[in-house]
């Protein structure tokens, strides 16, 4: 079946290495990142993709390359990764779509202009170049305004790149410095030996391995909790759409508190209904209610909950199995949600009243992605102390994309045991599980 979204097309590896270093489980930017990073180093390492690279939603997010905005504790993380996104389509010899145009965020009123102006006064304490411009300067920046703004948070430095080939890339490249990749090769569980992970077990058959870094994305707390570990993680789905037919609009990101936007390498647009997801009540929702209760407290307003057939699918799912049964992970190669149609058509009406060249544009291209969130959005790139050898880098909480080669490095770092790119404390699963670390 075919995909909602035209991902650059990957051939994985036609056999599995009997032995590697590393073995990366997950084909999305953060685990192709992990791996160009290792194999740049001289490790040897494999990526086991259930589908296809990119597949899920490092394909299917805005393509937003952003430090502004960001959860403090992310800021270092994200600094590094602008620095490491501007240097990679020469680093790999391939294009990212990559470009630093700067990204702002539009105030229409006064809670958005005292949110943007806390986080610039925040963002300044870690030598952040954004600033605060007025009415007039944003107007100049972004010609084509309706008109009522109050001002704007603009940062020169971020930028923004290509969901759909961005990561195939970085595969690419990986492969090149001798990563093994591999597709439609999901990994089923790993195997031990003397008190440490020894191996992974996949559909095709057992490579063994002294480490393993679950880059799972959604998937995530599903396998590490087949090994006994409760990694805190929730779903929520966001709507994208492609929108041509739009002239005389800024190269750069824009987000205001009703619309997002970007232009993209062909040409047309890509945008979303800011602030707005679903929440589909699941199980796991129930399950960890108590954790994320401050998180929804704060983000409501954000959030559309959903109770339908998708509670009793995954109420069906196997919250464990043995080594040698068919899993999930292969039934299910794909997440490939609905988009919900009425966040793009009030999008596209919310751009057009503020940017009135959108009133000509329409929509050839809609999808859905799945995002997995942490209780407190800041993702977990730890290693797993009650499992040697085991690290997670997930629940990026739809920052991921923005953030991946500094994130990749963290993780290859953490498995290596060499400085890292910036302090771990900040995303360790200690924070969250203190018997973990």
């Known amino acids: 079946m075919a995909m909602s979204i035209p991902v650059a097309p990957f051939e994985g590896d036609p056999s599995l290495p009997e032995k590697v270093d590393v073995a990366v489980i997950g084909g999305g930017i953060i685990g192709v990142m992990t ?7 001289g490790v040897s390492v494999a990526v086991f993709e259930k589908g296809q690279i990119a597949g899920e939603q490092s394909g299917r997010n805005w393509g937003w390359v952003r430090q502004m905005g960001r959860d403090v504790a992310e800021l270092p993380l994200t600094m590094a990764s602008l620095r490491l996104w501007g240097q990679l389509n020469e680093r790999i010899g391939a294009e990212t779509g990559f470009r630093r145009t700067g990204i702002t965020y539009l105030c229409y009123n006064k809670t958005d202009l005292a949110n943007w102006g806390g986080w610039h006064e925040k963002g300044k304490q870690y030598g952040m170049e954004s600033r605060m411009l007025s009415a007039q300067e944003v107007t100049e920046l972004l010609p084509g305004s309706a008109g009522g703004l109050l001002a704007g948070l603009h940062t020169p430095t971020d930028g923004r790149a290509e969901p759909w080939i961005a990561a195939p890339a970085i595969a690419e490249a990986a492969r090149r410095k001798g990563a093994r990749i591999l597709t439609d090769c999901a990994v089923r569980g790993i195997e031990t030996a003397a008190g440490r992970l020894s191996a992974v077990v996949t559909e095709r058959g057992t490579v063994r391995c002294g480490a393993a870094v679950l880059a799972g994305g959604a998937w995530s707390r599903l396998f590490a909790g087949n090994l006994g570990i ?3 993680q929730l779903k929520v789905i966001g709507t994208v759409a492609r929108v041509t037919g739009v002239e005389g609009i800024a190269e750069m990101p824009v987000g205001a508190g009703n619309f997002a936007y970007r232009k993209r390498l062909d040409g047309d647009y890509t945008v979303a209904l800011r602030n707005a997801n679903i929440a589909p009540i699941l199980p796991d929702n129930f399950r960890l209610a108590f954790e994320y209760l401050p998180s929804l407290l704060q983000t409501w307003r954000e959030l559309k909950l959903r109770f339908g057939a998708s509670f009793f699918r995954e109420l069906a799912v196997k919250r464990s199995w043995s080594n040698d049964a068919r899993t999930i992970f292969e039934e ?3 997440l490939d949600p609905p988009p919900n149609h009425a966040f793009t058509r009030t999008a596209l009406a919310n751009l057009s009243r ?3 060249a959108f009133a000509r544009g329409h929509v050839v ?4 992605g799945v995002i997995d969130v942490t209780p407190d959005a800041v993702p977990v790139i730890s290693a797993i102390g009650t499992l040697p050898g085991f690290y ?3 629940g990026f909480s739809g920052h991921g994309f923005g953030i991946a080669p500094a994130a990749g490095q963290l993780a290859a770092d953490l498995v290596m045991g060499t400085t890292p790119i910036v302090d771990p404390k900040p995303f360790s699963i200690a924070r969250m599980r203190p018997k973990l670390k």
Not at 365 to 368: D, L, S
């Open 35 to 41: 791996a160009l990073t290792l194999a740049e180093r």
């Open 392 to 394: 997670i880098a997930s």
């Open 365 to 368: 291209q809609e999808w859905g």
């Open 354 to 356: 503020a940017y009135p």
């Open 230 to 232: 409760d990694f805190p």
């Open 332 to 334: 299910v190669r794909t």
